[in-house]
């Protein structure tokens, strides 16, 4: 789980990676027919998590800022999100308790490395950090610009869970079976998995 991310912005209306009208394409469902529009939509939506959800693979579809949770400055931050595209701040909870924000000259990264890494700029040191749970904060922008960015098996796995969603609408109220990923699926999630955030 990744239980030291949070999304701090919500996905931007309109930035779809699958829009409603292309899902009712793939599953033929005519685009006049409204009655199933909430339910393919919660299916995207299902389908995008199983990526870049709390138990996701590590990667950040939608373009949208993140924050990272440490206790304290390890020697290199390294980003679990990714492709990350900013860094917006660095936030830590000093010895005395207040809350200060790094300056950017103190610490590189390079955005064209993946995954994406923090250190020390040469002659910096990290600062010292109150003993308490989340005492470094680092928010960052990581997603792709647009659905064409995208890569195009992510895509496949969306439309593919959407349609196994929606050919199993049935057997969902069932039992577990049809929540269960497809095997051509599951092996384009384990090629872009990334590790795991304890």
């Known amino acids: 789980m990744w239980t030291r991310l949070r999304r701090v912005t919500a996905r931007t209306a309109g930035t779809d990676v699958l829009s409603l009208a292309d899902?009712?394409?793939?599953?033929?469902?005519?685009?006049?027919?409204?009655?199933?529009?909430?339910?393919?939509t919660a299916?995207?939506?299902?389908?995008?998590?199983?990526?870049?959800g709390p138990e996701g693979i590590g990667v950040a579809l939608n373009s949208t800022a993140w924050r990272l949770s440490l206790d304290g400055f390890p020697a290199c931050i390294r980003i679990p999100l990714g492709p990350v595209t900013a860094v917006s701040s660095i936030v830590y909870t000093d010895a005395a308790g207040d809350d200060q924000t790094l300056a950017?000259?103190?610490?590189?990264?390079?955005?064209?490395?993946?995954?994406?890494?923090?250190?020390?700029?040469p002659g910096a040191t990290w600062p010292a950090t109150q003993a308490i749970p989340g005492a470094v904060k680092?928010?960052?922008t990581a997603g792709y610009a647009d659905a064409a960015s995208i890569p195009g098996e992510l895509l496949r796995f969306v439309r593919l869970m959407v349609g196994h969603s929606y050919e199993n609408r049935e057997a969902a109220t069932v039992g577990a079976e049809a929540f269960e990923i497809p095997m051509g699926a599951q092996m384009i999630l384990d090629d872009f998995r990334r590790g795991v955030v304890a």
């Not at 950017?104 to 700029?121: E, F, G, H, N, Q």
């Open 43 to 52: 299916a995207i939506k299902a389908a995008v998590d199983r990526i870049e």
């Open 138 to 140: 680092i928010t960052f």
């Open 23 to 40: 899902a009712k394409e793939h599953l033929h469902v005519d685009s006049v027919d409204t009655e199933q529009d909430t339910e393919i």
């Open 104 to 121: 950017s000259t103190a610490y590189k990264y390079d955005l064209d490395a993946d995954p994406m890494t923090i250190v020390r700029a």
